[in-house]
T-cell receptor, first 114, second 111 residues
């Protein structure tokens, strides 16, 4: 079975631009979460979506937004990019069926803002 | 592959020895804890989890110990292998919600 997939793998943007990152969860998983991982640190929670509804939001500015589609795939959007947005953006999916909260992570999208 | 962390605490162990990675957590309300392994160029991989109503849980070659009194979590890896070399993160949170990750520890297995 395919794991969590993310696209693109790498991306280079200029300050002030906008970026859209994409995530496809494991088949059957209805919950998708986004994390930002700055080099040398652990992942930081940005958003969680379940059944197309936002269920959690981390401490990130409004420049960050996301959505989940009927097929449970998800997009993370970041507007007005800053140098500090350079990071590895991770998507994780889970069943979230109450029996387990194991999250499966994708390989991430490496965003570089210049 | 890309480097996960350049200035992380590093634990170096000989192949075949046991490894112990420690983590201090901060939120007294956390009742769910997970250890993740992250290899260079990859996303974090689930290793083992533990609920706050337990103080020990064992998996295949791994054991997690939880001490709620001092808010401490540890991961023990038995008979460490070269493939165990990676960055290890603990994560905490209320069960069913999203997690706060620790800063990570790099495990280096020496031949």
């Amino acid at each position: 079975d395919a794991g969590v997939t993310q696209s693109p793998t790498h991306l280079i943007k200029t300050r002030g631009q906008h970026v859209t990152l994409r995530c496809s969860p494991i088949s059957g998983h209805k919950s998708v979460s986004w994390y930002q991982q700055v080099l040398g640190q652990g992942p930081q929670f940005i958003f969680q979506y379940y059944e197309k509804e936002e269920r959690g939001r981390g401490n990130f500015p409004d420049r960050f937004s996301a959505r989940q589609f009927p097929n449970y795939s998800s997009e993370l959007n970041v507007n007005a990019l800053l140098l500090g947005d350079s990071a590895l953006y991770l998507c994780a999916s889970s069943l979230r069926d109450g029996s387990s909260y194991e999250q499966y992570f994708g390989p991430g999208t490496r965003l570089t803002v210049t | 592959g890309e480097s996960v962390g350049l200035h992380l605490p590093t634990l170096s162990v000989q192949e075949g020895d046991n490894s112990i990675i420690n983590c201090a957590y901060s939120n007294s309300a956390s009742d769910y804890f997970i250890w993740y392994k992250q290899e260079s160029g990859k996303g974090p991989q689930f290793i083992i989890d533990i609920r706050s109503n337990m103080d020990k849980r064992q998996g295949q070659r791994v054991t997690v110990l939880l001490n709620k009194t001092v808010k401490h979590l540890s991961l023990q890896i038995a008979a460490t292998q070269p493939g165990d070399s990676a960055v290890y993160f603990c994560a905490e949170g209320p069960y069913g919600q999203n997690f706060v990750f620790g800063p990570g520890t790099r495990l280096s297995v020496l031949p």
